[in-house]
T-cell receptor, first 108, second 115 residues
């Protein structure tokens, strides 16, 4: 069965500290992995996807098939990074399955 | 600029009422989705549609139905609203890419309260 696990409901860090939001998945085939973000009073939007292998707003995420993980990382957190982050998985031709989300709080 | 529009941002209904949530996208996307978003539970898929007049059940379809008569419009229907359907409802759409996956574009959400 497809499943996405985000073990942390809340992650609180200080400005300038490194950030790692964890995501583990369960899928038998070759999934496509995403990170979506929802800032306060804004709609949910795509942050990055693993096939793009790009850095968005300083965030990166590497797909580790051996550990079935897709952790989101940023070396130096900014206050504007405070938001709800969702990891999501999609197989070929299927709907996206989301994790329960992690709230990132960055304080000065 | 891509756009997914949900007609109602806030609704308050009474138990037993019929509720319609409308969603329109202007991107000519084939796929449309309805999720509900609850604190601590994340986004859960209710129904989705790959084409006009086609629908598939998601993870939590009970108590809901959908309608897709036109490509741009996907409606979520609560036949008889109950208090446990109080939630934020998110509509999304995406194109049918070669892999069948792609970026989801979300609406702003419809916050439904059932009294």
């Amino acid at each position: 069965a497809q499943r996405v696990t985000q073990p942390e409901k809340l992650l609180s860090v200080f400005k300038g500290a490194p950030v790692e939001l964890k995501c583990n998945y369960s899928y038998s085939g070759s999934p496509e992995l995403f990170w979506y973000v929802q800032y306060s009073r804004q709609r949910l939007q795509l942050l990055l996807r693993h096939i793009s292998r790009e850095s968005i707003k300083g965030f990166t995420a590497d797909l580790n098939k051996g550990e079935t993980s897709f952790h989101l990382k940023k070396p130096f957190a900014q206050e504007e990074d405070s938001a709800m982050y969702y990891c999501a998985l999609s197989g070929l031709g299927t709907a996206l399955i989301f994790g329960k989300g992690t709230t990132l709080s960055v304080s000065s | 600029d891509v756009k997914v529009t949900q007609s109602s941002r806030y609704l308050v209904k009474r138990t037993g009422e019929k509720v319609f949530l409308e969603c329109v996208q202007d991107m000519d996307h084939e796929n449309m989705f309805w999720y509900r978003q609850d604190p601590g539970l994340g986004l859960r898929l209710i129904y989705f549609s790959y084409d006009v007049k086609m629908k598939e059940k998601g993870d939590i379809p009970e108590g809901y139905s959908v309608s897709r008569e036109k490509k741009e419009r996907f409606s979520l229907i609560l036949e008889s609203a109950s208090t446990n359907q109080t939630s934020m409802y998110l509509c999304a759409s995406r194109s049918q890419g070669a892999r069948g996956t792609g970026e989801l574009f979300f609406g702003e959400g419809s916050r439904l309260t059932v009294l």
